[in-house]
């Protein structure tokens, strides 16, 4: 945490062109100015996907633009895919919980524009589920234990959620 008492919160994808960018682009709008988030990819693509490219002025990073002296202390470190798990955990500066929230790509995703449309509705309310829920949590007063545990479980009980929902 900075000096400010703001989170610094890394969202690691695939090809940081699509989920990895929408959580970004979700937790600094709805992070109530108490996170900063980053995101990048363990194979980053050259441009984003068109799905996400309205989310403005992001473009996709490799995970090593974020490591090294210069680079911020990273608080939390999400993966959004199952690739970016194989990443190492001890590049990152700081002292970060890692937890995987895992969620299809949407880029993946084949059929009628609808169908396509809606993968990636489904994408973006997932990641703003689990996020409403993390900035949710009373981070200041969780041991690391329960801390770890509650983000382990987001992911479970975002998917919960949706599920009902659908």
């Given at each position: ?14 090809g940081n062109a699509t989920r990895s960018i929408m959580a970004q682009a979700i937790l600094n709008r ?137």
């Open positions: 945490m900075d000096n400010r008492g703001t989170h610094n919160v890394l969202f690691l994808g695939g709805e992070g109530g100015g108490n996170f900063r988030a980053y995101s990048a990819g363990a194979q980053p693509v050259s441009e984003l996907d068109p799905h996400a490219a309205n989310l403005g002025g992001m473009h996709p990073k490799d995970w090593s633009e974020l490591t090294g002296e210069n680079a911020p202390a990273f608080d939390f470190i999400f993966t959004v895919c199952n690739h970016a798990t194989l990443l190492p955990r001890s590049v990152w500066n700081g002292e970060p919980f890692f937890a995987h929230w895992d969620i299809d790509d949407p880029a993946k995703t084949e059929g009628s524009m609808s169908e396509i449309e809606l993968a990636y509705a489904v994408a973006f309310r997932m990641l703003a589920k689990r996020i409403g829920i993390f900035v949710a949590l009373p981070l200041r007063s969780l041991d690391a234990m329960a801390m770890q545990s509650h983000l382990d479980l987001i992911g479970h009980k975002a998917d919960q959620a949706a599920t009902a929902a659908a």
